[in-house]
């Protein structure tokens, strides 16, 4: 495993909140309807805030639905803090993913 890379950016106008780049695996999981795992994976996790995340993944997860990312790394703490997929864009290598956190604050710390 890599060694996590956390590095402070400015947040832009439409931004509520600064972001950071963040180069570590984190893991994901989707839940069908029916409540099913559909989708676990090792991803890496490109940047973070204290309330979103952004993710390179090789599948497309469709806006709206909602996914668990669990971490243990320096600079984040995961328990299954569940996200709200606010837009999922194809990339040449797969796709990138932005999420909006909807579990408690406690689920997610980003740590500096």
Same mark, same amino acid.
């Given at each position: ?7 402070? @950016? ?24 029916? #409540? ?16 979103? @995340? ?9 806006? #709206? ?28 290598? #797969?796709?990138?993913? #932005? ?14």
């Amino acid at each position: 495993m890599s060694s996590s890379v956390v590095i402070k @950016v400015s947040a832009k106008e439409r931004r509520s909140e600064p972001r950071m780049i963040y180069c570590d695996a984190v893991n994901v999981t989707a839940y069908n309807t029916e #409540g099913i795992a559909c989708y676990l994976e090792n991803v890496e996790c490109v940047e973070v805030s204290d309330h979103g @995340v952004r993710l390179s993944l090789s599948v497309r997860i469709p806006p #709206g639905q909602q996914i668990l990312i669990s971490a243990s790394q320096p600079g984040l703490r995961a328990s299954n803090a569940a996200f709200q997929v606010v837009w999922c864009k194809p990339t040449k290598d #797969g796709y990138l993913l #932005g999420g909006k956190l909807i579990s408690s604050s406690e689920d997610w710390q980003v740590l500096s």
